[in-house]
């Protein structure tokens, strides 16, 4: 990830060390979080809490529980209630790469550079692991509704936003385009479609539960939404440019680059991440960290 | 189902007659709101939501969602309040089993006389199904406790006891157990502890959750606990009992016949039965409906 951009003066880089510098402390606590709220490795029957563990650990940019945790921050410094909420969310995002990688789906070997769930547990295992994270996700955001029950409707409004990210009109119903794909899509509008359902739902839905568990206000909450879907789409046309190979005529996928050409991807990515940014304006120096984290996500290398 | 059971008296036919009734009258209900908290079938993307449908409308004995039903009824009328609850158990259970169904776990092609998920629609639609009839699961109930606010603590609640008896050490532990069973399982002990969590979590948080949203008791709340876990366990050695082939030696996984004989089986059934309706004693007639419910479970053919 870069963290310093366009300009090199001193007040840019100071900034951007401050930036670098929270996030690494965030990602320390979503990290440690991670850990806590799963069922231990030798809890019975140990084979699905080590798989379960495998896949939480395999690394990942943590970007879903970061933005919780950083939309939380504008309105609460107190991080013990987002973060069971934080987890939650990285929890589905792992169950959902365990189970778009099994053979029937996508059937990749690998996942930053680690053999997936079901090379290294087999097929019934990785699904059943995929499972257990989805229902263990909503187990821990119940669990914080009754432990932080002065904030109960905030969890209950929270997981309702999750829930529904990833129902079957969003995270499941993105993944159920992708399987089809290269037949049913030859629009960016269609491929839109198919992003905002597999990879903005649960962005913006992290974005969103971050600001609801802060107990920010309902036009506050409108506007962060519309930033959480500008910035969920910006990121998958960026991992379509990064992805992008020079002369590279048939694409396995349809992407953005096969389909509006690497410049007009570029200028796309370049359109919505100043959406994104221009949608947190309202809240001043407080986005300090979304404006950054968001302009490294777009000036991302990998 | 056979209602009518040891004796032919007329007290006994009559009161089964009503129980048969009351049943079927609870069914309907159940059936209506099976199809009314799913989205339609022409709702995009239309297959994922013909699949979920289709596992859905398949049959099978609601026995999970009536007991929610029958237990709320114990403390509560007004079953628009259980009804949501009661069917998202339902989803839940028909998750695991087109999961359980998949050529990764069981292989089986057929259930309840009709074509697996996986036969009609491909195994990568079969896999999505489960995961969004689980997910819609907890989205149904996230919804019940905003639209009810007024019972939003008990809706978390009972969400928090389901997702438990869903997680890694319960429905899915089962499962996990299940596909080593053959090598594993060689006692009643290790038997009873992959079925309390394969069957028995799921009926017992179901006859729980229905006394939560009913507003039961602590003390109420304990009694229907044991009930459920009875219950649980029960139906599961009876399931083995109408399963056993005489002179059948090397099953194809352990069962409760295969471990304890048929009559050691029939003996077991027997107490736990007991062990279930004896735990409802302080309710009198209130628990009318569910003592019939066990005796009916226990004498079922199929």
Known sequence: MVYIRRSNTRVVTERNLDFKEEFQKKLSIIEDGLKTYLPHEDEKPEIIHQAMRYSVSSGGKRIRPILAMATYEMFDRDVKYILPVACAIEYIHTYS?????????????????????????GEAIAILAGDALLTHAFNVIYESALTYSERMKLYVLAGKEIAEACDSKGLVGGQVIDINSVSIIDTSEKLMDMDIRKTGCLIRASVVAGAIIGGAGS???????????????????????????ENEIFPDKPTYTSILGIEGAREYVKKLSKDAIDSLNIFGDKAAFLRNLTMSLIDRKA
Chains 1, 2 share one sequence.
């Open 97 to 121: 790469l365990i189970h778009d990688d099994l053979p029937a789906m996508d059937n990749d070997d690998f996942r930053r550079g680690k053999p997936t769930s079901h090379r290294v547990f």
């Open 219 to 245: 036009s506050d909450i409108l506007y962060l939404n519309t930033f959480g879907e500008k910035l969920g789409l910006a990121f998958q046309v960026q991992d379509d440019i990064l992805d992008y190979k």
